[in-house]
């Protein structure tokens, strides 16, 4: 939801999502996909990726949901150092992970989602 949110904010720049813990080749969840339609945003063809070294280095910034998928990252990739953040961070607040939680759960991570997705297009927008 966070890659087509900001990719349809900032559309002259690469956006791309990949997780920590990702079930690789899978799609976007139905609730998302159901979500982001009536937000006009079409996530069909997503498939969910592996973080790896490569795009983390390839990477000019990169967004994590919360804390500890922060901490995660710098650990496990310390080139991320300086470019990563949380999504969230203007706002001081984590995403929690919706996955399997309903559609109340993906209805909140959305609503927070699109602030962090908004505050990070307006900042990316001032510096480019």
């Excluded at 349809?8 to 920590?20: F, Q």
């Excluded at 996909?33 to 969910?48: F, Q, S, V």
């Excluded at 901490?71 to 991320?80: A, F, G, K, V």
Aim: hydrophobic share 45%; charged share 25%; net charge neutral.
């Amino acid at each position: 939801m966070g890659e087509a949110l900001i990719a349809a904010a900032l559309p002259n720049l690469r956006v791309s999502s990949a997780g920590i813990g990702a079930l690789v080749g899978q799609a976007a969840d139905p609730l998302a996909c159901e979500l982001m339609m009536g937000k006009g945003l079409d996530i069909g063809a997503h498939r969910a990726r592996q973080l790896s070294s490569l795009m983390c280095q390839e990477s000019d910034l990169i967004l994590a949901m919360d804390d500890e998928q922060k901490l995660h990252i710098s650990q496990r990739y310390p080139l991320t150092r300086g470019k990563l953040f949380r999504l969230g961070e203007a706002a001081r607040m984590d995403v929690p992970d919706p996955y399997r939680l309903g559609r109340a759960a993906f209805e909140h991570a959305l609503q927070l989602i699109e602030v962090g997705a908004a505050a990070w297009a307006e900042r990316i927008r001032k510096i480019s």
